[in-house]
């Protein structure tokens, strides 16, 4: 009887050992528009890597950058299609599923560390949320740094943007950014940048120094303004039909090495905004060009009353909340 038993129980762990072997690993593909060696890119191979160390059995990442998967403007239907597991756009780009994340007001915040303040706030960490009703989930945020003004001409004062054509990302805040300014705004993927400013269809576009690096604008835009007008932020978002279909052990794996490589990428954006902008300044091929108080002032006061304008959609308190993290 007793060799019976311990056949049965060798038996039925052989069977549990197989199903374990043959269950397929959960594929997460994750899909984003920058390069490689940028803060989202490498935040991006980091969580990879983190999974395939500690859950590889269990969980595969599966990284596609430079839009090769998605662009801008699909990734989050495709996402809720099951079509891609975990994006991370800019807070830019979430227009059409929530109004309150555009708080990529002009001049909003004064630094990194006042965003991520204003992140950790409860403010900050309750807009993880605002997808939830659309069937997305935010895991977290992660930094690239503070915009810079790029063009075919120097810009330094606004008057100087007047009539000229910037892209920008698919944000009616940008657009009313861009107006306050008498310029042109034009909503285009980052796919296109590049081949907008080298035909000259467009006059410039505003980015941070790592994109403007790694995306080469630098070779195709003579004139770089260190504005530090604004932020580009992403947040970094799942389907909940994906997240909430894991196994709890497992999701809480995910999750984890997410916040791990979340970490990384931020210090990677704060390197990268002091190392791409140098090296673009040792190029040679842009010249930048830096404000005085003065000149700063008066784009600060040609695009504040942007914020005015979309109090209503985002609320007079994030907006106020955002103010606060400055100080
Ligand atoms: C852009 O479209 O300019 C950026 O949002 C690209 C990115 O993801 O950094």
Known sequence: MKKALIALAVAGSFAMTSVTALAAPITIKFSHVVAENTPKGQMANKFKDLIAERMGDKVVVEVFPNSQLFGDNKVLEAMLLGDVQIAAPSLSKFKKYT?????????????????????????????????????????????????????????????????????????????????????VPLKKPFSEVFTLLQTRAIDGQENTWSNIFSKK?????????????????????TSAEF????????????????????????EIAAQKAVEDRQKIIDSGR??????????????????????????????????EAAAASNM
């Not at 630098?218 to 580009?232: A, D, K, R, W």
């Open 99 to 183: 109004k309150a994340l555009q708080v990529d007001l002009p001049f909003l915040f004064k630094d990194m560390a006042a965003v991520e303040r204003f992140q950790k706030s409860d403010a900050g960490v309750k807009l993880l949320t605002s997808l939830e009703s659309k069937g997305l989930v935010g895991l977290g945020y992660l930094h690239n740094g503070l915009k810079q003004l790029s063009a075919s001409k120097p810009l330094r004062t606004p008057a100087d943007a007047s009539k000229l054509k910037f892209r920008i990302m698919s944000s009616d805040v940008l657009a009313a950014q861009f107006e306050a300014v008498e310029a």
């Open 286 to 319: 842009s010249e930048v060009l830096s404000l005085s108080d003065a000149e700063r002032a008066q784009w600060v006061e040609a695009m504040k009353p942007v914020w005015k304008q979309f109090e209503g959609d985002i609320g007079a308190d994030l907006i």
């Open 217 to 237: 604008f630098f070779e195709v835009q003579p004139y770089i303004t260190e504005s530090n007008h604004g932020v580009l932020d992403y947040m970094v978002v």
């Open 243 to 266: 997240w909430n279909g894991m196994d709890a052990d497992t999701r809480n794996g995910v999750q984890q090495a997410l916040n791990e490589a979340l970490v990384f990428g931020n």
